[in-house]
């Protein structure tokens, strides 16, 4: 649950103002994709041997690099839809 919560508020931080819309949509989808396009790459990746798998895995480095640029870039625009919250010592 925590996780789907900082998901989708990050979803809705980083979509510009524009297409917001299609962001929300293509974050729906992308669980679905996962799940029908992950085991046919697995299976494809263990079919063809150790070389495929090599490129299996750069991929996914690849990607998680990628996207962790994509999050770290600062907001420019809104904070998120949380107010931040601080602590009293009272």
């Known amino acids: 649950?925590?996780?789907?919560?900082?998901?989708?508020?990050?979803?809705?931080?980083?979509?510009?103002?524009?297409?917001?819309?299609?962001?929300?949509?293509?974050?729906?989808?992308?669980p679905s994709i996962q799940r029908s396009i992950g085991p046919l790459a697995v299976t494809a990746a263990v079919a063809t041997g150790p070389l495929d798998w090599t490129a299996f895995g750069a991929a996914i480095a690849l990607t998680c690099m990628n996207q962790h640029c994509l999050v770290r870039r600062p907001l420019a625009r809104t904070p998120l839809s949380v107010p931040p919250v601080t602590v009293s010592e009272h």
Do not use: F, I, K
């Open 1 to 30: 649950m925590p996780h789907a919560t900082v998901s989708w508020e990050l979803s809705v931080a980083l979509a510009p103002d524009t297409a917001q819309g299609a962001y929300l949509g293509v974050h729906g989808l992308a």
